[in-house]
């Protein structure tokens, strides 16, 4: 049956205190659907073992490389990993732990916290006040190379960020926060050899997860963050896991605001060749209209009884147009960012 894709009325959140996302009963808090422009949702999950999932994934791009460092906590396994491109050489490096039981990753209920995670063969940590943000990973044995990242991030206050409910039920709900464009700096040593971050060049950015899943689930995620010309402009787009809660997680930032976009984005592509050209495009409006051009495909695949996920996350360069509500265009040109459709029983 061919989908039939909608438009969404989708709440706007306008205090500005914390808001708890659970009820004391576990059940979802109504107060906290809809989106909102800050993090004020509190992820105070409760029970529900073992469908809650907790994650925070960073990743930073450069004209050379992509670093990219995540801790998650999905009840009965922790996972800490990161991995690297250089563009260049085309030498990519990946390192995964494993915790059992998500021993050792414990993840705050907020944006703002901090976490650490350590064993034999990585040691992280990540601290976030809010304006300013601290990642740090080593690893002695990086693919037989020495690791040494050291990176700050800076969230300017004027920065909104993309935080949406998604409530499938009262039972089964997920918050997330995706934040573009937060200057990177800082150094990455693999080996003997040093990529530095330019702050006034370089872009991070957040994916933070809070939630209570079902079992079996699918996503298409697609981000990037730029300048054209004296305007800093990101992107957010999903699909497939947004389904059936009357809400979506896409929108743009355009120089520090959001224009969250109440319509379902659409990714063109061939699961069985990954590597040729994706389309992206707004269902209804003019708002997005992108070509995604693959030049890495990673692929992270687990199969572990009853945890089983495959993501290929493409690695490339964007070009096309993206229409801000005030009717200014912006023409982007192989802006180097990311695709994914990623399949998990989890």
């Not at 969250?260 to 699961?271: G, M, Q, R, T």
């Not at 409006?285 to 996350?313: C, G, M």
Request: glycine letters at 8%; proline letters at 3%.
């Amino acid at each position: 049956m061919k989908k039939t894709y909608q438009k969404y009325i989708e709440n706007e959140i306008q205090q500005n205190t914390p808001i708890e996302t659970s009820l004391q009963d576990g059940r979802l808090n109504p107060e906290c659907a809809g989106w909102s422009r800050r993090a004020l949702q509190v992820s105070n999950l409760r029970g529900a073992w073992p469908r809650k999932k907790r994650w925070n994934y960073w990743c930073i791009v450069t004209p050379d490389f992509l670093f990219s460092v995540t801790l998650s906590n999905i009840d009965y396994l922790g996972l800490a990993f990161a991995y690297m491109l250089d563009f260049k050489s085309k030498l990519f490096i990946e390192q995964t732990s494993m915790a059992v039981l998500g021993r050792g990753c414990d993840l705050p209920e907020t944006v703002e916290g901090s976490a650490h995670f350590h064993d034999k063969e990585m040691d992280l940590s990540f601290s976030d006040d809010g304006h300013f943000i601290v990642i740090n990973l080593q690893s002695a044995n990086f693919k037989g190379k020495k690791l040494d990242a050291r990176i700050h991030l800076e969230r300017p206050e004027r920065t909104e960020s993309i935080n949406v409910m998604i409530p499938w039920n009262d039972e089964q709900y997920h918050f997330t926060s995706k934040q573009n464009c937060l200057p990177a700096g800082g150094t990455v040593q693999v080996g003997d050899r040093t990529y530095t971050l330019d702050p006034g060049r370089d872009f991070g950015c957040l994916d933070f997860g809070r939630g209570i899943w079902k079992y079996r689930t699918f996503w298409n995620w697609s981000s990037f963050s730029t300048r054209v010309g004296a305007d800093e402009v990101g992107i957010n787009l999903g699909a497939g896991w947004t389904e059936g809660s009357g809400a979506t997680e896409n929108g743009l930032l355009i120089n520090g605001r959001v224009e969250k976009l109440s319509e379902d984005v659409i990714f063109e592509y061939d699961p069985a060749h990954f590597m040729e050209p994706w389309k992206l495009h707004t269902a209804f409006s003019n708002q997005v209209n992108l070509v995604f051009t693959p030049f890495y495909e990673r692929v992270a695949k687990t199969d572990l009884w009853i945890l089983r996920s495959e993501a290929h996350q493409m690695i490339g360069s964007f070009s096309g147009k993206i229409n801000s509500l005030d009717g200014r265009s912006f023409h982007v040109q192989d802006v180097i960012g990311w695709a994914e459709d990623h399949q998990a029983r989890w």
